[in-house]
Each structure stands twice: as structure tokens, then as C-alpha cells.
């Protein structure tokens, strides 16, 4: 069963309601960088294309194709752990607040 943290904007609309599952992201495992762009999270895309870039540039000469694989899992493997926690730290700082301190099940 799936867990939920539900955030509003105090005064908004019925429709400033968004809900955050808790725990693993299946979407960020799949889709790794491209997940970071749907939900907006530019800081972690810029910071991930750049470290990725200093990676190529420094050891682009001795990188191979287990090592890119690696690197590429690795980065989907954090991003799908900490990603939701990503995101309700975006929807913070987007002025949203959590509506309630338990999450709710679906």
C-alpha cells in the first residue's frame, strides 16, 4: 500500500494540491535525469550534466563502457532513493506546506 504526503498552498485554489508518495520513486529508477526535467527539479539535472561533464573531461581517455553503465545506474539509484524527498523539499521552498503529519494511505 502506498503512502502519501499530501502539500497545499494556505489560500490557494482546490486545485494546489499535491501529493508526494513516500519512500522509493519507480518513475526517478526509469527515467533518471528526464524525471528531473517533468518534475522540475532544475538544480539536481544542471548539477548531475555537469558532474557528469568533469567526469568526461578528466577521465574521458580511460572511461569504458562498464564504468559509464555504472555511473549512469548509480546516479538512477540515488535519484530514485532520495527523490521524493527531493521533491517535497522543492514543494517547500515553492511556498507549499504539508497538510497533514501523518501520510495517508491509498
Not at 532544475?42 to 555537469?50: D, G, R
Amino acid at each position: 500500500m502506498a503512502k502519501y504526503t499530501i502539500y497545499t498552498i494556505e489560500g490557494g485554489e482546490p486545485t494546489d494540491v499535491k501529493a508526494v508518495q513516500v519512500g522509493w520513486n519507480m518513475s526517478a529508477l526509469k527515467y533518471g535525469i528526464f524525471w528531473c526535467i517533468y518534475k522540475k527539479l532544475w538544480l539536481y539535472f544542471f548539477l548531475i550534466t555537469v558532474m557528469f561533464i568533469v567526469t568526461l573531461i578528466y577521465v574521458g581517455d580511460s572511461i569504458t563502457l562498464f564504468s559509464f553503465f555504472f555511473w549512469w545506474l548509480l546516479i538512477h539509484f540515488v535519484l530514485s532513493y532520495q527523490g521524493n524527498d527531493l521533491l517535497g523539499a522543492k514543494l517547500t521552498k515553492d511556498f507549499y506546506k504539508e497538510a497533514y503529519v501523518e501520510p495517508i494511505s491509498r
